[in-house]
């Protein structure tokens, strides 16, 4: 029998990744900062660390401080969104020590979650990300041959390697973990929230970026 074949790749989640060029003038400020912050908050708070600090989370909105100026920044290049929507950004600084990580969770209640990573030595942990959808736990994809796979990413989990002035923005309620710091070092990183809101209000931040600039692509890296 001759069949026409296609398929339909509905509801992609797409995952948003750019690297800051020249990152290196500004990474040595944003650790002393991170360490700075740990200083005044030495308890931190419990979320989904375990063993590592992370901070309060904070409104990004002080131009005049160097983070929320340089997350600013960044999120002012972002090319994806209208600029008809506002972003309202809250962040919070991670420092996961040697054996600490990151259990499964995600972000409810915001549109976009994002990570930048400040310090990551060789085998902090990668961060992964699980398929929205329970088709996993079925036969289905264990049943598509690895071309179809591939081409379509299906993939049981999906990993980034944490690159120092990378920064990653996805889908809030995409679940997402962050492996075991296997490291002698400190992996230092920054998560922070978007909500966007409609209507015909200026993007919070500056639209020019003289200092830094970005190379924003479709994400490319490692499955599991």
Same mark, same amino acid.
């Given at each position: 029998?001759?069949?026409?074949?296609?398929?339909?790749?509905?509801?992609?989640?797409?995952?948003?990744?750019?690297?800051?060029?020249?990152?290196?003038?500004?990474?040595?400020?944003?650790?002393?900062?991170?360490? %700075?912050?740990?200083?005044?908050?030495?308890?931190?708070?419990?979320?989904?660390?375990?063993?590592?600090?992370?901070?309060? %989370?904070?409104?990004?909105?002080?131009?005049?401080?160097?983070?929320?100026?340089?997350?600013?920044?960044?999120?002012?290049?972002?090319?994806?969104?209208?600029?008809?929507?506002?972003?309202?950004?809250?962040?919070?600084?991670?420092?996961?020590?040697?054996?600490?990580?990151?259990?499964?969770?995600?972000?409810?209640?915001?549109?976009?979650?994002?990570?930048?990573?400040?310090?990551?030595?060789?085998?902090?942990?990668?961060?992964?990300?699980?398929?929205?959808?329970?088709?996993?736990?079925?036969?289905?994809?264990?049943?598509?041959? %690895?071309?179809?796979?591939?081409?379509?990413?299906?993939?049981?989990?999906?990993?980034?390697?944490?690159?120092?002035?990378?920064?990653?923005?996805?889908?809030?309620?995409?679940?997402?973990?962050?492996?075991?710091?296997?490291?002698?070092?400190?992996?230092?990183?920054?998560?922070?929230?978007?909500?966007?809101?409609?209507?015909?209000?200026?993007?919070?931040?500056?639209?020019?970026?003289?200092?830094?600039?970005?190379?924003?692509?479709?994400?490319?890296?490692?499955?599991?």
């Amino acid at each position: 029998m001759d069949l026409s074949y296609s398929n339909i790749n509905l509801f992609p989640s797409v995952i948003h990744q750019f690297d800051v060029n020249g990152f290196g003038e500004i990474q040595n400020q944003l650790i002393d900062y991170a360490y %700075d912050l740990k200083k005044k908050e030495p308890e931190g708070v419990l979320i989904s660390n375990h063993g590592g600090w992370q901070s309060p %989370d904070f409104s990004v909105n002080n131009e005049d401080d160097v983070l929320h100026n340089f997350i600013i920044n960044c999120l002012a290049g972002f090319p994806v969104i209208d600029e008809t929507f506002n972003m309202k950004v809250d962040a919070w600084v991670n420092i996961n020590k040697p054996g600490d990580y990151n259990i499964k969770h995600n972000h409810p209640g915001v549109d976009l979650a994002g990570v930048l990573w400040i310090k990551c030595p060789k085998d902090c942990g990668v961060i992964a990300f699980d398929p929205p959808t329970a088709f996993q736990s079925h036969n289905e994809l264990n049943s598509y041959i %690895d071309d179809f796979k591939n081409q379509n990413n299906l993939y049981h989990c999906y990993h980034f390697n944490p690159t120092e002035g990378k920064i990653l923005v996805f889908p809030a309620h995409l679940n997402h973990l962050v492996q075991e710091n296997k490291s002698n070092e400190d992996r230092i990183s920054v998560s922070f929230n978007i909500r966007l809101n409609s209507g015909r209000m200026k993007r919070r931040g500056r639209v020019s970026i003289p200092r830094w600039n970005f190379n924003w692509s479709e994400y490319n890296e490692s499955r599991i």
